[in-house]
C-alpha cells in the first residue's frame, strides 16, 4: 500500500462550493504538507503542520483551511472554491528535520 | 528574485545520451541539496540528495553542487526512455524552508 495517499484523485466543482482533499500517510512522520502545483509556477506551499497541535501557513494560504486530525492525517479545505483555485494538489509527509518529503498521488481539481 | 530557478526546458533527447539538468540558487545558507522526479499524473518522488559541494553517484545519476557558483546539476548517463519525465531541483535550509525548481520536462526518444 502506499505511504501517502490522497482523496479524492480527481474533483470537478462549482464555483462558490466547499470542498475537502484528504491526506493520509502511514509513514509515521510528524511533519505534513500541502502544496499546490501549476504549470510554470511549480510547488508552491499552502499549509504545513510539525505536529498535530501545530498548522502554519505557507506561501498562498488565502482562501484555503486545513485540518490535523492526527498525526496520519491533513485535510485542506477550500471553503468557496474558484476557478483560479483549478491545480493539483499534492500532500506530502517529511521526517526528521524535514529536508526531505514524500509526496502522495496528487489530486486534480477543476473549479468551473 | 526567486529562490530557485530552473531551465523549465522541455528537453528532448535520443536514448543514450547524456543529460544535464541545472538549477541556480540566491541564499548561500542553502543546506541540503535534491533532485525529485515526477512521472506523469505522479507525485514527485525524491531522487537524490546531498549537503555539500561535490559529485554524488548512484548509478546512471549524478548530482553536482558548486556551492561558490550557487549552481547545481543532475547527470543522466545512458539515459532511457523510463527517464522521460520533470525533473525538480529541491533546496533546504532549515526548518521549513523547503525551495522548489520548476520542473524540466525531459523526453527521451527510442
Known amino acids: 500500500d502506499a505511504d501517502v495517499t490522497q482523496t479524492p484523485r480527481n474533483r470537478i466543482t462549482k464555483t462558490g462550493k466547499r470542498i475537502m482533499l484528504e491526506c493520509s500517510q502511514t509513514?509515521?512522520?510528524?511533519?505534513m504538507y500541502w502544496y499546490r502545483q501549476d504549470p510554470g509556477l511549480g510547488l508552491r506551499l499552502i499549509y504545513y503542520?510539525?505536529?498535530?497541535?501545530?498548522?502554519n501557513k505557507g506561501e498562498i494560504s488565502d482562501g484555503y483551511s486545513v485540518s490535523r486530525q492526527a498525526q496520519a492525517k491533513f485535510s485542506l479545505s477550500l471553503e468557496s472554491a474558484i476557478p483560479n483555485q483549478t491545480a493539483l494538489y499534492f500532500c506530502?509527509?517529511?521526517?526528521?528535520?524535514?529536508?526531505?518529503?514524500?509526496f502522495g498521488p496528487g489530486t486534480r481539481l477543476l473549479v468551473l | 528574485q526567486k529562490e530557485v530557478e530552473q531551465d523549465p526546458g522541455p528537453l528532448s533527447v535520443p536514448e543514450g545520451a547524456i543529460v544535464s539538468l541545472n538549477c541556480t540558487y540566491s541564499?548561500?545558507?542553502?543546506?541540503?541539496f535534491m533532485w525529485y522526479r515526477q512521472y506523469s499524473r505522479k507525485g514527485p518522488e525524491l531522487l537524490m540528495y546531498?549537503?555539500?559541494?561535490g559529485n554524488k553517484e548512484d548509478g546512471r545519476f549524478t548530482a553536482q553542487v558548486d556551492k561558490s557558483s550557487k549552481y547545481i546539476s543532475l547527470f543522466i548517463r545512458d539515459s532511457q526512455p523510463s527517464d522521460s519525465a520533470t525533473y525538480l531541483c529541491?533546496?533546504?535550509?532549515?526548518?521549513?524552508?523547503?525551495?522548489f525548481g520548476t520542473g524540466t520536462r525531459l523526453t527521451v526518444i527510442p
Open positions: 506530502a509527509t517529511g521526517g526528521g528535520s524535514g529536508e526531505t518529503q514524500y
Open positions: 529541491a533546496i533546504w535550509y532549515g526548518a521549513n524552508n523547503l525551495f
Open positions: 541564499n548561500s545558507a542553502f543546506q541540503y
Open positions: 503542520s510539525f505536529d498535530v497541535k501545530d498548522i
Open positions: 509513514k509515521g512522520h510528524d511533519r
Open positions: 546531498t549537503y555539500s559541494s
